[in-house]
């Protein structure tokens, strides 16, 4: 599966952002999907995850309750909606797909598919 992501851009403290993931080549609804981010100078870290359906989802601690993923399986696209943005959530932003059929926990894990990245910026 290839994955495409979009959305990202400079943004103030507070201010909310969408950022979108169009996947193609395959069955979108077969893939857990998840988002990562990586700031500069550290390493990747997972962000949020769903499930084939999009009835489960799992946040880091760290966007708990201010970012919402999401998924379209008619458009074959991922959301993450992201609110409240703060400073320390500036990084690039990764799309990610588990193996097919794999459960969500995978793809927060050891994700198969990555798309390329997109800027997120959030000044203070």
């Known amino acids: 599966v290839q994955l495409q992501a979009s959305g990202g851009g400079l943004v103030q403290a507070g201010d909310s952002l969408r950022l979108a993931c169009l996947a193609s080549?395959?069955?979108?609804?077969?893939?857990?999907m998840g988002w990562f981010r990586q700031a500069p100078g550290k390493e990747r870290e997972f962000v949020a995850a769903?499930?084939?359906?999009?009835?489960?989802?799992l946040y880091a601690d760290s966007v708990r309750g201010r970012f919402t993923i999401s998924r379209d399986n008619f458009k074959n696209t991922l959301y993450l909606q992201m609110d409240r943005l703060k400073p320390e959530d500036t990084a690039v932003y990764y799309c990610?797909?588990?193996?097919?059929?794999?459960?969500?926990?995978?793809?927060?894990?050891?994700?198969?598919?990555w798309g390329q990245g997109t800027q997120v910026t959030v000044s203070s």
């Open positions: 990610a797909a588990a193996a097919e059929l794999d459960p969500i926990v995978a793809v927060a894990r050891t994700p198969r598919y």
């Open positions: 080549g395959r069955t979108f609804s077969d893939y857990a």
């Open positions: 769903i499930s084939w359906s999009g009835g489960s989802t």
